[in-house]
């Protein structure tokens, strides 16, 4: 089952132009009313973060600490997408952290203009 704030690997090939590829670390952000009724849930994929990086208001700063990966990321919320849980592979962790739940919420909000 997917639930939400659940860190899993995804693979999110095939892709065109500037998507993220390859399996790679997403959060799930939909609700589980979604997660567990239909076959779909919206992620944002991940990238690794090298320290100094410059942080885009659309990217949310999650230290190794609190997801379980063993880099730090940023979830990208310009990269969002709805994927089939066929594509998904191993659970990686999960994101507790309810201050950076909310960062994420008020990014998806600012993203959105919600």
Known sequence: MVDRWAIHFCRL?????????????????SSDAVNHSLPVSTVLPFSSVKPGARIYPSEVFLPAATTGLPKDSVAMVQQIRTVDHERFGALAG?????????????????????
């Open 94 to 114: 999960q994101l507790n952290d309810p201050v950076l739940q909310e960062k994420v919420k008020e990014a998806l909000q600012a993203y959105f203009n919600l």
């Open 13 to 29: 090939d095939p892709v065109q132009g500037s998507e993220q590829r390859g399996e790679r670390p997403v959060l799930v952000v």
